[in-house]
C-alpha cells in the first residue's frame, strides 16, 4: 500500500469501528448544561487501594528507562483486567509472546484466563488493508478494556514513521492507536524517555508532539531499586499529564516541583516463576515533604496571579520572567495547572506557548 492508499483505508475502511451518528452533527449539550453528565473516571486497572489507572476509551502514555518496570506495570493490569472477565490487546514490538505470556504467569494469572482473552500480537511488517481488516474483527468480537502498545519507537518504525517528526505522531495514533480505542478500549503506549535526565522534563522521545493528541493520562516512572531475580525492586509512578484530571486527587505533590506521586510498583521477585506485583499508594509526607507541598501550592497560585495581573495571554517566558522559582518548577506548575481546567493555553507565534486565565475569555 502507498501512503495515500494507506491514508485512505485510514479514513473510510475503519468506518465499522465508529458510532453510527456522524461526529459532524452538533452533539446535544443538554446533560452538560444542566450538570448531569457524569465525569469520565479512571475504572481500568487499580491501585492498591482502589482508584483506577487508566481511562476507558482513552489514550494514555508510559514513560521510561529500560528495565523501569513500565512492562510489569502494564502487566498488572492486563492480569486485573483478564479476572475481571474482559479481553486485553497486547501489541508487542519488543518482546516475543513467550516473554511476554511467561511474565504475566509469574504475576498469578490463569493460564486458562490468558488463553481465552489475552491477545497478543507480534508485528513485524507494515500491516496491510487484510492485516487490518481481520485486526478490526478481532476486535469487535473481543470488545477489549485494555490495549498495550509495547514498544512505541520500534512500533513507529514499522510503520515507516519517526518519533521525532510532527506530522508522524498523529498518523500513528490515527492507523494504529485510534481503532483500538474505537473498539472501547483504554490505549496504554509504553515508551522510553529521553536519555539526558536535564532534559527529559515531563515528555517521552517526541517531546510535546505526544501529549498534544493525549486524552488520557501519562506516567512517567522513575526507578528507586532495580527489578532482578530474587529481589524486589521498586519503581515510583509519577503523573504528567491527566487530561480528565480525576487521576491527581488521588496523588501527593512531588517534592522540589518534580511531578505528582502516584504510586509505587514494587516487584517482589521469588524465582524465575514467581513474583508478587502490587501498586502502591504514596506514602504519608514526612514534615519536609509537607512543607514541600506547601510552596509547590504557593507556586501555582504565584502563576495564576500573574495570569490575572497581566490582563492578556502570557507566553511561558513571560510566565518565568514574573514568577520566582526555577525554571522546570514553573512548567510543572503551569501543566498541573492546564490538566485542572485553571488555566488555557494557546498556540502563539512562532510555535509559542501562550497561557491565560479562563476568565479573560468572560473579558
Request: charge should be negative.
Amino acid at each position: 500500500m502507498t501512503d495515500d492508499d494507506w491514508e485512505q483505508w485510514a479514513e473510510t475502511e475503519s468506518e465499522p469501528l465508529q458510532a453510527p451518528r456522524s461526529s459532524w452533527i452538533p452533539q446535544d449539550l443538554t446533560a452538560v448544561l444542566d450538570g448531569t453528565a457524569e465525569p469520565i473516571l479512571p475504572t481500568v486497572g487499580h491501585r492498591e487501594d482502589g482508584p483506577g489507572l487508566f481511562y476507558p476509551r482513552r489514550t494514555h502514555w508510559v514513560a521510561a528507562e529500560s528495565e523501569s518496570g513500565k512492562t510489569w506495570f502494564a502487566l498488572l493490569a492486563c492480569r486485573q483486567e483478564i479476572e475481571r472477565g474482559n479481553h486485553v490487546v497486547y501489541v508487542d514490538f519488543e518482546d516475543d509472546a513467550a516473554g511476554v505470556v511467561k511474565r504475566l504467569l509469574t504475576l498469578g494469572a490463569d493460564p486458562d484466563d490468558v488463553a481465552a482473552r489475552f491477545l497478543y500480537l507480534r508485528p513485524e511488517t507494515r500491516p496491510t488493508e487484510l492485516d487490518l481488516l481481520a485486526l478490526v474483527q478481532q476486535l469487535l468480537l473481543a470488545e477489549p478494556t485494555l490495549a498495550v502498545i509495547d514498544g512505541v519507537t520500534e512500533a513507529m518504525s514499522v510503520f515507516g514513521l519517526d518519533p521525532l517528526k510532527l506530522d508522524d505522531i498523529p498518523k500513528f495514533t490515527r492507523w494504529l492507536i485510534t481503532p483500538l480505542v474505537k473498539a472501547g478500549a483504554a490505549v496504554v503506549a509504553l515508551d522510553h524517555v529521553v536519555k539526558a535526565a536535564d532534559n527529559r522534563g515531563r515528555y517521552a522521545i517526541g517531546s510535546a508532539h505526544k501529549l498534544n493528541g493525549l486524552n488520557g493520562a501519562m506516567y512517567v516512572l522513575e526507578k528507586v531499586q532495580g527489578i532482578k531475580i530474587g529481589e524486589t525492586g521498586r519503581t515510583r509512578v509519577r503523573i504528567s499529564k491527566d487530561r480528565p484530571a480525576q487521576l491527581r486527587r488521588h496523588a501527593l505533590p512531588g517534592r522540589s516541583g518534580s511531578m505528582d506521586w502516584f504510586a509505587d510498583l514494587v516487584v517482589e521477585s521469588h524465582d524465575e516463576r514467581h513474583a508478587t506485583v502490587r501498586l502502591f499508594p504514596p506514602t504519608a509526607p514526612k514534615d519536609e515533604d509537607q512543607a514541600e507541598a506547601a510552596k509547590v501550592q504557593q507556586l501555582r497560585a504565584e502563576v495564576l496571579e500573574a495570569l490575572a495581573k497581566a490582563g492578556r495571554p502570557l507566553s511561558t517566558q513571560e510566565v518565568k520572567d514574573r514568577v520566582r522559582g526555577r525554571a522546570e518548577d514553573k512548567i510543572r506548575a503551569l501543566a498541573a495547572l492546564e490538566d485542572e481546567g485553571l488555566v488555557d493555553v494557546a498556540d502563539g507565534p512562532r510555535r509559542a506557548k501562550l497561557w491565560s486565565s479562563p476568565a479573560d475569555r468572560l473579558a
